[in-house]
């Protein structure tokens, strides 16, 4: 045998032996690093708790959140968090960040409050926030002392609208969203509700938006249909259980914490909700109705609209009474199916007050909602368009409830019978709806 070749072998021979022994070493020696068990969770990954309540109370403060948007129209803040916050407990705040499973450096927040307050307390409040950079935010929280406070406490907000690459010019899931709040007591007056919706179905209104704090049984059952089929949105709106929401709409007259159970802060919710899906938002009582005169629909209307003045953002509609107490003569609409429905039949109710010339009369208001930054129940506060007082003969907001100028004879009053110029679609729309329900026989 070759010397060399032994040599050799004997040496590879060894070689594999040591390696062998180094392994059964390792193998059979505790390791210490093996032994100690991974966190679950790294210190700085976060989110630890998401809200899933439309309202959030904010740690160490009085005030609440409610929601959280990406909004980059105002320069060098990112993110605006609505809320509802105690006047007279304004604070210092700082932003921090979830960014992709990561903890951010924090931010300071600006804070600023809605100008119509109408003397309560509280009152709607945007924080806007900063992203620090090479952050993709996914959630967002509030602080008062950072490095004091425990994120693990406070629930975190998703935000929402977020574009993805770029693409800010997607085209939009809706036409026409109507935002309507806020639903609360036994409110069941169902009839009109339905009507309502399917008045604004045949005009092309895609989507219905509530905040509901409470209802009666009937419409609850109706509004759980709608809302089985996607045309309405319910949002739960629990604010009876943070404050004492007051049930009207001035401080010296109903008292309580928030003007007419938080309204302000559900329209600039609901606002920023459509932000990103609708092309127009009608903001409106659940007893009204945003009505064209001289169009069959509102993409007809709003199409006009704009071409005539494009760069309109928002449209004020003038609201017209429809007292209930009169009635159409001829009882042409008193139909035997809806008498045990509650609630008030709109089609007998032809009679139209004009506007008292001597006083404030408010508006209803169709807006683009990229152009709006806050708003209130008749008016828009901060916009970066023109506004339009759309003339009553092209629209006019249709409500039918309790007469506002009272003294008027049905002869003082005008004969408006444009809901039947719908009739033939609107009733078996409603006849529909209602038996799905349950509130009429199949």
Same mark, same amino acid.
Request: hydrophobic content about 35%.
């Given at each position: 045998?070759?010397k ?30 093996r032994?100690i068990?991974?966190?679950h ?18 740690n ?18 990112d ?9 007279d ?11 992709a ?10 804070i ?9 307390p ?16 996914t ?10 406070d425990?994120l ?21 899931q ?34 219905v ?29 629990p ?12 401080f ?21 909700r ?11 009582? %659940?007893?009204?109705? $945003?009505? !064209?005169? *001289? =169009?069959?629909?509102?993409?007809s209307?709003?199409?006009?609209l /704009? ?9 004020? %509609?003038?609201?017209? $009474?429809? !007292?209930? *107490? =009169? ?7 008193h139909?035997? /199916?809806?008498?045990?429905v ?8 032809i ?16 807006? /683009? ?22 003339p ?14 009272g ?14 110029d ?21």
């Amino acid at each position: 045998m070759d010397k060399p070749k032994v040599v050799r072998g004997k040496f590879i021979f060894l070689f594999i032996a040591i390696l062998l022994f180094i392994l059964c070493i390792t193998v059979r020696t505790p390791g210490t690093y093996r032994m100690i068990p991974l966190p679950h969770r790294a210190p700085n990954t976060c989110p630890w708790q998401i809200s899933e309540q439309s309202i959030t109370p904010l740690n160490n403060t009085k005030h609440l959140l409610v929601s959280a948007y990406m909004d980059q129209r105002v320069n060098g803040l990112d993110v605006r968090i609505i809320g509802i916050f105690k006047r007279d407990s304004i604070q210092k705040l700082h932003c921090v960040f979830c960014c992709a499973g990561k903890l951010s450096s924090t931010t300071p927040g600006t804070i600023l409050q809605h100008s119509d307050n109408f003397g309560f307390p509280y009152v709607t409040t945007d924080v806007m926030c900063q992203i620090p950079q090479n952050c993709n935010a996914t959630h967002v929280n509030l602080l008062t002392q950072p490095g004091k406070d425990r994120l693990v406490d406070q629930p975190w907000l998703p935000i929402r609208n977020k574009r993805s690459n770029g693409k800010e010019k997607e085209k939009l899931q809706f036409n026409f969203t109507v935002c309507i709040s806020n639903l609360f007591g036994d409110y069941n007056n169902v009839l009109q509700f339905a009507q309502t919706l399917e008045m604004y179905r045949l005009l092309g209104v895609d989507r219905v938006v509530i905040y509901n704090t409470s209802c009666g049984p009937d419409l609850d059952r109706l509004l759980q249909i709608y809302s089985k089929e996607g045309f309405v949105e319910m949002v739960p709106w629990p604010i009876d259980q943070h404050l004492n929401p007051s049930p009207g709409w001035l401080f010296s007259q109903s008292g309580g914490d928030v003007h007419y159970f938080g309204q302000l802060t559900t329209l600039n919710e609901c606002i920023y909700r459509s932000m990103d899906r609708s092309r127009y938002v009608l903001l409106n009582d %659940i007893d009204e109705i $945003i009505m !064209p005169y *001289k =169009h069959n629909n509102l993409t007809s209307l709003m199409d006009v609209l /704009q071409q005539q003045h494009p760069n309109t953002g928002v449209y004020l %509609i003038q609201n017209h $009474i429809f !007292p209930k *107490k =009169h009635f159409e003569p001829s009882g042409r609409f008193h139909l035997p /199916q809806w008498n045990r429905v509650p609630g008030v039949n709109i089609l007998e109710h032809i009679y139209r007050e004009d506007p008292d010339s001597q006083s404030y009369h408010p508006h209803k208001m169709i807006v /683009q909602p990229r152009l709006v930054e806050w708003a209130s129940v008749h008016e828009v506060l901060k916009s970066s368009g023109q506004q339009l007082k759309v003339p009553m003969d092209v629209c006019r907001v249709i409500h039918v409830r309790v007469a506002l100028r009272g003294s008027l004879t049905l002869k003082q009053l005008n004969e408006d019978k444009r809901l039947w110029d719908f009739q033939e679609k609107l009733i078996p729309s409603v006849d529909k709806a209602l038996r799905r329900a349950g509130l009429l026989p199949s």
